[in-house]
């Protein structure tokens, strides 16, 4: 069973850097055929593909965060990291830690996503953006 736990600093200031990490255990992050997501939901919205990276590494990011997040992995710590710089409070939301198994290696991303389209989901973490 693989588990996902977010974890970061629930307040950020507008214009600083917002960093989180989800720990994974029950699988090794670098698993051939393993997708690794952050997913946001803002307040009264639906879910949000921010961006995945897989278990050979490569990463992949929504047209509307492709020039701002940054997704990668910490291999000795089996952790996912997400940084988001220069964040407004358009980005205070629930961020959720998801993967998914393609043995294709074949990944089909919504950025609309519903729970179904992910085989674990981390319980999610409140990040709030204010001064």
């Known amino acids: 069973q693989v588990q996902l736990q977010e974890s970061g600093p629930g307040l950020v200031k507008p214009s600083q850097t917002l960093s989180l990490t989800c720990t994974v255990s029950g699988a090794s992050i670098t698993t051939d055929g393993y997708y690794w997501s952050w997913i946001r939901q803002p307040p009264g919205k639906g879910l949000e593909w921010i961006g995945y990276?897989?278990?050979?590494?490569?990463?992949h990011y929504s047209p509307s965060h492709r020039s701002r997040a940054s997704v990668s992995r910490d291999i000795s710590k089996n952790q996912i990291n997400l940084q988001l710089p220069s964040v407004t409070p358009e980005d205070t939301a629930v961020y959720f830690c998801?993967?998914?198994?393609?043995?294709?290696?074949?990944?089909?991303?919504?950025?609309?996503?519903?729970?179904?389209?992910?085989?674990?989901w981390g319980q999610g973490f409140q990040v709030t953006v204010s001064a």
């Open positions: 990276i897989s278990g050979s590494g490569n990463t």
């Open positions: 998801a993967s998914r198994r393609e043995p294709s290696n074949i990944m089909v991303v919504n950025t609309t996503p519903q729970l179904s389209d992910y085989d674990y």
